[in-house]
């Protein structure tokens, strides 16, 4: 997760990647599950982290 979470800070300026490819990169096949997982673990969504909205 922790890897998921630099993934995120770092496309949020190049935007490279969209959550459900980092879902992906790090194990995930189900984007819903990892959304889900992320949420439980850092207490904010990987789309809102990768919007910035997470401040």
Do not use: H, W
Request: charged share 25%; proline share 2%; with cysteine.
């Amino acid at each position: 997760m922790s890897i998921a979470r630099e993934l995120i800070l770092k496309n949020r300026k190049t935007r490279n990647m969209n959550v459900s490819e980092i879902a992906y990169e790090v194990g995930f096949n189900d984007s819903k599950y990892f959304t889900r997982c992320f949420t439980r673990q850092f207490n904010v969504t990987p789309s809102s982290m990768l919007n910035g909205d997470d401040t």
